[in-house]
Each structure stands twice: as structure tokens, then as C-alpha cells.
């Protein structure tokens, strides 16, 4: 254990001595991981001392033996601008393949099974394309507040918190294209190729592409909870959204008029996220003159609780007539495995010990997702709203978010 300053040259010195000291009495050293569990403020400071000291040098070959790998959590910048400049001192210091910016999001079992179930089975493919999907639903909410994070909360909001990262990575690799090989670089090529084609808009069409809003107080599992404005250390007047939907549309030929919904918020009814893919119904209703009862055809990607997948389709209600209903196939990972045997960031913190990238996000990759939120989140900087509170605690949202996701046909899930 070695305490300092993170910003005095001399605690780098102490770290390298120490490290050394290791080293000599097991007399061989595999490599080095740095793991920056720090302020995100200080990361370039950190960055830049640990490279010039010596301690960390850059390696120019990713088969080279000791090996020196840097981790970095999010928040990788708070705007565009942050981040560029983040990657220009990571990339003065080190070589890409040695760093590895990490979200949690992507170590969890069906988020890593999400290529595999897509890639792996022959009769998925040819339906995963705009001629078969309605709109695609993710959603992450959360139960709790803010807690002890409000004066975190109140400067990110939660784009910056979980747009950014988390939700654009999830629909990076539900959009993407087949990657040529099960490879870093492969994989990464192609989730970017996504977050390229996501259509840009004007701030002053930010109404048909983004809804927001905040809690207050309200009743969740029976506990009577604060609204937002009324949380330790949040403004009494605060304008910070704690709910957003985004609705992006993919300008390519998979995907050309294929809405992708992204939702999160806190103090949701249950904590839950997932991937629901809404299929289109058939182009001709043989069956309405005897139940107009129809269900959309549904996969949904459960990443939490629980997770799994599971598959909704229409079936005939057993007796005289036709009567029709919505039937659920489903696939549990702890019913088929037991209980994971690794966290997700048990699993990351082992890529990152071999030196596998492929669930990391690349630098190009930070910078064009902060392409996509950056116009939302300073159009609504500049845009106080107006309504806020406009949801109860314990509720899915605000009423606008319906009227948002109607106009293209479509309703919200309620996992």
C-alpha cells in the first residue's frame, strides 16, 4: 500500500519503488494494470504522471511481455469537448490497445450472449432488419434516488450518466453488423459504424427525438419516498433531469425507419433493464373477424434481474371458436446454469488481466456517442423546463412519454 498526493511526482516514485519491491522478490513480472478507482477530474493529471514516471510506459506491441494496461471507469468526459481532450492525454501516454475504459453494463452474461444469440443462430438474421422490426424498447430503471450522489447527479443528469455509456453500448451491439471475427478490433469497428449512422438533429427538432423528466415524491414498495427537489444537496428549483427517452433512428440499410427507444430514470417501480425487439405484425389479418386481440411478436433481452431471454407469440385459447392470446417461451440463465459464478466486473477485470478489449470501449467510440447526447443534453442546459416535478416516484415516467412513443405506433414496455 502506498498513500500520496495524486498530483505530486514523488508519490509515483514511492509507487514505482514499491511495485519494483514486488517484482525483485518473486523475481519475474507478467505485467502491470493500473486500475483508476479516482475522481474522474483527475484523470489526465493521473494519466500523464504515471507515464512520465516510468512506472507505466507505453507499449507499442499488444503481444509485448511485461505487459502495461491502464483501466479507466466512466464518466469518460462530461461533454464532447471534455473527452476529446481526455483521449488526447491518454493517447500522449499510451498506446490504444493499452487502455481499457470500462462499463459494467457489458460484463453481464446476456449483454456478452447478445452476439452469440444474434450470430450463433441461423434463425434470427434474417428477421433482424427494418423488413421485420416494428421499434426497438431499452430500458435500464432504477428503484433508488440519488442518495449520497446529488452533487455528482446535479452536474451529470442522466444522460451523461447513462445514455452516454450504458444504453448507446446496448444498442450498438443489438444494431451492429456481423463482425468478420470474434476479435477487439472487429467488434469495436463495427459497434462505431452504428453510433456513426444515428441521424443528427437540430436543437430546434430536440421535441421529436428527446422527452425528459424528474421525480417527485411519491410511493415505491410501500415506502413513501422524497421527490428529487427535496433530496439532500439537490437546488430546491433544480431543472436536472432524472428520466429521458431518446428516440434515434439509424440511418442505414439494416435499419432505415426502425425508431430505437431509449429509456432510464429513477425511482422507477422496479429496478430492471432490457432489450425488448418489437416485430411487425403480419401484413394480413386473417383472424380479426374473430379476435381482434392481437399481440406483437417480442424478444426480450433481459440484462437484469434475471437474466435471460424470452420470446412472446400469439396461440389459439383451447375450445370452440378462435380466441387468441399472448404465450411467453423463455430462457433463464440461472435456471439452465445456476447462479453466475462471476460479476460482471469479475469478468472484466480478467479481459483486462489477458488483454482481451473486445467488451471495452475504444476512444473513437467514447467521442462519436458524445456526438449523439452532447446536442440533447445543451439544448436542455439552455432550456429550463417547465413542468418539473412531472412524475411520482414509483410510476414509469411522465405522461409525455406516451404521447412520444405513440407517434410511431408503438407503446411503452412495462417489464
Known amino acids: 500500500y502506498v498513500q500520496g498526493d495524486f498530483t505530486a511526482g514523488e508519490t509515483y516514485g514511492a509507487l514505482g ?5 514486488i517484482e525483485s522478490a518473486r523475481q519475474h513480472s507478467d505485467g502491470r494494470l493500473f486500475y483508476l478507482a479516482i475522481p474522474p477530474g483527475i484523470y489526465s493529471t493521473t494519466i500523464t504522471h504515471l507515464a512520465r514516471s516510468g512506472i507505466a510506459p507505453r507499449v507499442h506491441q499488444r ?17 464532447l469537448a471534455s473527452a476529446r481532450g481526455l483521449n488526447r492525454a491518454v493517447r500522449k501516454a499510451f498506446a490504444e490497445h493499452q487502455v481499457y475504459r470500462i462499463d459494467h453494463y457489458l460484463g453481464k452474461e446476456t449483454v456478452q450472449n447478445l452476439m452469440v444469440f444474434r450470430f450463433a443462430n441461423s434463425i434470427f438474421e434474417p428477421v433482424w432488419n ?10 435500464a430503471a432504477e428503484t433508488v434516488g440519488v442518495g449520497h450522489r446529488a452533487g455528482y447527479y446535479e452536474d451529470a443528469g442522466i444522460v451523461r450518466d447513462m445514455f452516454q455509456n450504458h444504453l448507446l453500448q446496448l444498442m450498438c451491439l443489438t444494431a451492429m453488423e456481423p463482425p468478420v471475427a470474434f476479435q477487439a478490433d472487429a467488434v469495436r469497428d463495427e459497434k462505431i459504424k452504428v453510433l456513426r449512422a444515428i441521424r ?33 444537496g439537490v437546488k430546491p428549483e433544480s431543472p436536472t433531469a432524472t428520466w429521458a ?21 429513477k ?11 418489437q416485430f411487425r405484425e403480419p401484413p394480413h389479418l386473417m383472424f380479426q373477424d374473430h379476435d381482434k386481440t392481437i399481440s406483437p411478436n417480442v ?45 460482471a466486473y469479475e469478468t472484466l477485470l480478467l479481459d483486462c488481466m489477458v488483454g482481451d478489449s473486445t467488451l471495452f470501449t475504444r476512444g473513437d467510440a467514447v467521442e462519436t456517442a458524445w456526438e449523439v447526447v452532447d446536442p440533447i443534453v445543451e439544448a436542455w442546459d439552455d ?11 414509483g410510476s414509469w415516467g411522465p405522461a409525455i412519454a406516451d404521447e412520444f412513443i405513440a407517434r410511431d405506433g408503438a407503446r411503452w414496455r412495462q417489464p
Open 267 to 277: 425511482r422507477m417501480p422496479r429496478r430492471v433493464s432490457e432489450i425488448a425487439v
Open 130 to 139: 427494418r423488413h421485420h422490426i416494428h421499434h426497438v424498447q431499452i430500458t
Open 299 to 343: 424478444i426480450a433481452i433481459r440484462v437484469h434481474p434475471d437474466e435471460g431471454i424470452s420470446l412472446s407469440f400469439d396461440i389459439k385459447v383451447p375450445g370452440i371458436g378462435v380466441r387468441m392470446t399472448a404465450a411467453r417461451m423463455d430462457f433463464s440463465y440461472a435456471e439452465a446454469f445456476g447462479e453466475a459464478a462471476h460479476s
Open 200 to 232: 443528427r438533429f437540430p436543437a430546434a427538432e430536440i421535441h421529436d427525438y428527446a422527452v425528459r423528466g424528474q421525480y417527485g415524491s411519491g410511493t415505491i414498495n410501500g415506502r413513501t419516498v422524497p421527490g428529487y427537489r427535496e433530496e439532500p
Open 17 to 21: 519503488e514499491r511495485l519494483g519491491a
Open 383 to 393: 432550456n429550463d423546463p417547465e413542468h418539473f416535478p412531472n412524475y411520482p416516484a
Open 245 to 265: 427517452a431518446l428516440r434515434l433512428l439509424v440511418d442505414n440499410w439494416r435499419w432505415q425507419g426502425v425508431p430505437f427507444f431509449l429509456r432510464s430514470g
Open 63 to 79: 503481444s509485448a511481455r511485461p505487459w502495461v494496461r491502464v483501466v479507466i471507469e466512466k464518466p469518460f468526459g462530461r461533454d
